[in-house]
Nanobody, 115 residues
Framework: QVQLVESGGGLAQAGGSLRLSCAAS???????MGWYRQAPGKLRELVAT???????NYAESVKGRFTMSRDNAKNTVHLHMDSLKPEDTADYYC??????????WGQGTQVTVSS
């Protein structure tokens, strides 16, 4: 059983920055990890993913503003969010996908961006 704990959420002004972190209970060097977000009344959407080799993919809405990274030695991934917009306001969830396709989720961290 893999446990994920997110941190770093909070309040930011439009144009500001936040850094989210997700710590896993075990190594994920051969696993894929991602960040999702869900705003009130909206569906959960994929924000970014990172492979075991460090290859990243981003949703078009955050491309150029968000950067995902991972530190395998610390079993941790990060999401650096720059140039924040009010529409980035959401609960952000970390996930981890095992090679067999099983996915684990963190409890989420709230991000609020004021106009």
């Amino acid at each position: 059983q893999v446990q994920l704990v997110e941190s770093g959420g909070g309040l930011a002004q439009a144009g500001g920055s936040l850094r989210l972190s997700c710590a896993a209970s075990e190594t994920f060097s051969v696993k894929t990890m991602g960040w999702y977000r869900q705003a009130p009344g909206k569906l959960r959407e994929l924000v970014a993913t990172i492979s075991s080799g460090g290859s990243t993919n981003y949703a078009e809405s955050v491309k150029g503003r968000f950067t995902m990274s991972r530190d395998n030695a610390k079993n941790t991934v990060h999401l650096h969010m720059d140039s924040l917009k009010p529409e980035d306001t959401a609960d952000y969830y970390c996930n981890l996908v095992l090679p067999n396709g099983i996915m684990y989720w963190g409890q989420g961290t709230q991000v609020t961006v004021s106009s």
